[in-house]
């Protein structure tokens, strides 16, 4: 499905960079707009977010286990804060 668009704010010099470009490749602004946006969203697909946002948690074990009441004792004694 196709359909005509109108997008507004974009800087002069850009869409002229972008048609330009179009232009180099041979191909039509749509179908040159098209192709950038399946290749950004190949690259969304591949990425490492959603194992970053989703994957195990390697810290939850460690926090769960480790006392941290010495940890931040020692810390505020050594840089002279409040309530060491």
């Known amino acids: 499905m196709t359909m005509d668009v109108c997008m507004k ?5 850009d869409w002229r960079f972008f048609k ?8 039509k ?6 192709a950038l946006i399946g290749e ?11 194992s970053i946002l989703f994957g ?6 460690i926090v769960e286990r480790e006392d ?10 050594r840089f002279m804060m409040r309530g060491a």
């Open 9 to 13: 704010d974009i800087d002069e010099s």
């Open 20 to 27: 330009s470009e179009s232009a180099k490749h041979g191909v």
């Open 29 to 34: 602004v749509g179908e040159f707009f098209n």
């Open 40 to 50: 950004h969203k190949e690259r969304c697909k591949n990425s490492n977010w959603k």
């Open 56 to 61: 195990k948690k390697t810290l939850k074990g």
């Open 68 to 77: 941290f009441k010495p940890i931040r004792n020692e810390f505020r004694e």
